[in-house]
């Protein structure tokens, strides 16, 4: 099992930044790539940004690249989302997700939330215009 708990949302306005963390805590958090995700009211989670087991690789939705940074430190089992530019759109519930990684060193690129074993219960941004 791994628990994770998401802090870091709030109200920022348009143009403000953000940095999300995820705490985790359970089996070895090394052996498990990481990713954020969001849901907006009526709309469906999506990936937003996703890190490998080591922390070399990354992926970035098309929407936050160039603003979104994922990072993770291993020793501390947390992973980060700094969110930089925010934009009304942003607003939702984001969400921290850890799955297997075994022997696979790489990102998983544009993953379905159902690939992800463990979530955490989020943590709500909002961005006003």
């Known amino acids: 099992q791994v628990q994770l708990v998401e802090s870091g949302g709030g109200l920022v306005q348009t143009g403000g930044s953000l940095r999300l963390s995820c705490a985790a805590s359970?089996?070895?958090?090394?052996?498990?790539?990481m990713g954020w995700f969001r849901q907006a009211p009526g709309k469906e989670r999506e990936s937003v940004a996703a890190?490998?087991?080591?922390?070399?690789?990354?992926y970035y939705a098309d929407s936050v690249k160039g603003r979104f940074t994922i990072s993770r430190g291993n020793t501390k089992s947390t992973v980060y989302l700094q969110m930089n530019s925010l934009k009304p759109k942003n607003t939702a519930v984001y969400y921290c997700?850890?799955?297997?990684?075994?022997?696979?060193?790489?990102?998983?690129?544009?993953?379905?939330?159902?690939?992800?074993?463990?979530w955490g219960k989020g943590t709500q941004v909002t961005v006003s215009s």
């Open positions: 997700a850890a799955r297997w990684s075994g022997n696979y060193g790489g990102v998983y690129y544009r993953s379905a939330p159902v690939e992800y074993q463990y």
């Open positions: 359970g089996r070895t958090f090394s052996s498990y790539a």
């Open positions: 890190v490998s087991r080591s922390g070399t690789s990354t």
